[in-house]
């Protein structure tokens, strides 16, 4: 990180409400958990009083098998955000240049920037037919977030190509992709994949996740990472919860039905973009976007103010949750 590049550096809004008396649509976190979740947090109390075994080999394995990758490709890090620092830490020079998809996920820019590079913004639905050749690193949404679409897999993957042939890394935000049935990129030359387990298995305070990575940039990875990441409950709760297949097959499965049938319903107020997401981006037209957020806010919704995001401004992004919520949000943006 650039000393220098800190002192100009600002925070990043995000998602996420902790007023109790709010139904929260602003983060796209499962409501749901993976069963046996707090037995195995619970359990893990009595080993957390040693230090954890820095190589985390059940939880790298279960990663490992979670991707579709080597389990010696795996690093451990305190959610996908960490995995993402770490993969721009090992790669960016001062002065150098990447490649960031806009409007997506505000935190790929300020970590940029932290390094002291410059970002060379590109619309996100652009990105795989630019040039990666004299870039540091290409970053890339999959899905995409806040609009919610997925990448072609052969397109991507030729993008990869290309990335490996220009001598440019590749990384690849996948926080979102376990709601899909699309492939990973994890394993693949040149390329770092970030994953978290906070959206899928609805554990944002657990900070687990995790960075994919072969080869020479692995090795980078793997000498930079810091010692004892992950605590070890998180360790032992990650490991569960990526062994859970049929909490993610039935989570891909509700999630899709909610979102069809958000889309549907919300289609005659409001643009809405097609999305492989736990999530839906809205375009309210003339209406002010504070002005939505701040009514659906009065009537205990709180939905996320998209404005925030690079390229945006009369949107609002909405998660989809479990069906009865869902009516409840449906009747209140009925009426803004």
């Avoid at 990472?225 to 998180?234: N, Q, V, Y």
């Avoid at 736990?278 to 002010?288: A, H, Q, S, Y």
């Avoid at 998660?319 to 943006?333: G, H, I, K, T, Y």
Wanted: with cysteine; glycine share 10%; proline share 8%.
């Amino acid at each position: 990180m650039d000393p220098e590049s800190v002192v100009a550096a600002g925070r990043v809004p995000h998602g996420s409400s902790d007023d109790p008396d709010l139904l929260d649509f602003s983060a796209n976190t499962n409501p749901h958990v993976p069963d046996g979740t707090e037995r195995v947090y619970r359990e893990a109390f009595d080993a957390a009083r040693t230090y954890p075994p820095d190589g985390y080999p059940a939880y790298r394995e279960a990663a490992a098998e979670y991707v579709g990758c080597a389990p010696e490709d795996v690093v451990a890090t305190p959610g996908g955000l960490a995995a993402i620092r770490l993969a721009i830490e090992v790669t960016v020079d001062p002065g150098d240049s990447v490649l960031v998809p806009y409007p997506s996920f505000g935190e790929y820019a300020r970590e940029v920037r932290l390094q002291g590079a410059s970002v060379s913004f590109v619309p996100h639905d652009e990105l795989l037919g630019t040039d990666p050749a004299d870039h540091a690193m290409a970053v890339v949404c999959n899905p995409n977030n806040p609009t919610g679409d997925a990448y072609d897999p052969g397109e991507l993957a030729a993008f990869a190509d290309r990335c490996g042939a220009a001598g440019t890394p590749l990384l690849a935000d996948e926080a979102f992709l376990g709601f899909t049935d699309r492939p990973s990129l994890a394993g693949r030359a040149g390329v770092v994949v970030a994953r978290s387990l906070t959206k899928l298995f609805g554990l944002p305070g657990i900070r687990a996740g995790f960075a994919v990575a072969a080869g020479d940039l692995g090795s980078r990875l793997q000498v930079a990472r810091r010692a004892w990441a992950l605590g070890t409950p998180a360790a032992a709760v990650g490991a569960h919860c990526m062994g859970c297949s049929s909490f993610v097959a039935g989570t891909r499965e509700r999630v899709h039905a909610e979102r069809e049938r958000m889309r549907s319903a919300l289609a005659d107020r409001f643009g809405v973009h097609p999305s492989e997401s736990p999530f839906l981006l809205l375009d309210v037209g003339e209406r002010d976007p504070a002005a939505v957020v701040a009514a659906a806010r009065e009537r205990g919704v709180a939905l996320r103010d998209a404005t925030t995001f690079r390229g945006l401004d009369s949107h609002v992004r909405v998660a989809v949750r479990l069906p009865e919520e869902n009516d409840r949000l449906l009747e209140v943006l009925a009426d803004v």
